[in-house]
T-cell receptor, first 116, second 109 residues
Framework: DTGVSQNPRHKITKRGQNVTFRCDPISEHNRLYWYRQTLGQGPEFLTYFQNEAQLEKSRLLSDRFSAERPKGSFSTLEIQRTEQGDSAMYLC??????????????FGPGTRLLVL | GQNIDQPTEMTATEGAIVQINCTYQTSGFNGLFWYQQHAGEAPTFLSYNVLDGLEEKGRFSSFLSRSKGYSYLLLKELQMKDSASYLCAVRDNAGKSTFGDGTTLTVKP
């Protein structure tokens, strides 16, 4: 399978704990996006990488959230001191090597987080 | 910023045609996407419009009018498996996409 993969698929944690999610994009894609989606809403943009550079970060993202893409391949999203409001589906998407505005984003299966 | 509106829910009959509308207000426009999302799954790409007009792909077609800030997704010969949420997304000049909240389509026999 050469699509976008995400791990873990599900995560249950207690409030106050830290969690880390991983995304492996399609191998030839250089752009990688993180989104958050709650029930009944569309995906909400969190952050975006081109290669290893983090180009944009949503103002909705608090300081508890951090993302990295150290080698321009896989990416990690960490949430520190989780809160119940962080419970959501976290989606990763990647797109190819053309101009960003010309590209289709392909989504991974998501990581569903539940904070108790 | 971007503001995207689409109906929350629609119902249609198997074999029929349904049109899902999307209106948007944007500070920069570089394309409109439609995605399909089944419950509990990730969005999957359906169509992309950047110029005005109709793009047809099998049973699905998508239309764009940039001057009106308007798009629609047309689904023909509806099948039960088409029951899903349909997301409209607008991309800005930097490549960032803003999604609507989706239209939940229920196809009935």
């Amino acid at each position: 399978d050469t699509g976008v993969s995400q791990n873990p698929r599900h995560k249950i944690t207690k409030r106050g704990q830290n969690v880390t999610f991983r995304c492996d994009p399609i191998s030839e894609h250089n752009r990688l996006y993180w989104y958050r989606q709650t029930l009944g809403q569309g995906p909400e943009f969190l952050t975006y990488f081109q290669n290893e550079a983090q180009l944009e970060k949503s103002r909705l993202l608090s300081d508890r959230f951090s993302a990295e893409r150290p080698k321009g391949s896989f990416s990690t999203l960490e949430i520190q001191r989780t809160e119940q409001g962080d419970s959501a589906m976290y989606l990763c998407a990647s797109s190819g090597r053309g101009q960003a505005y010309q590209e289709t984003q392909y989504f991974g299966p998501g990581t569903r987080l539940l904070v108790l | 910023g971007q503001n995207i509106d689409q109906p929350t829910e629609m119902t249609a009959t198997e074999g029929a045609i349904v049109q899902i509308n999307c209106t948007y207000q944007t500070s920069g426009f570089n394309g409109l996407f439609w995605y399909q999302q089944h419950a509990g799954e990730a969005p999957t790409f359906l169509s992309y419009n950047v110029l005005d007009g109709l793009e047809e792909k099998g049973r699905f077609s998508s239309f764009l009018s940039r001057s009106k800030g308007y798009s629609y997704l047309l689904l023909k010969e509806l099948q039960m498996k088409d029951s899903a949420s349909y997301l409209c997304a607008v991309r800005d000049n930097a490549g960032k996409s803003t999604f609507g909240d989706g239209t939940t389509l229920t196809v009935k026999p």
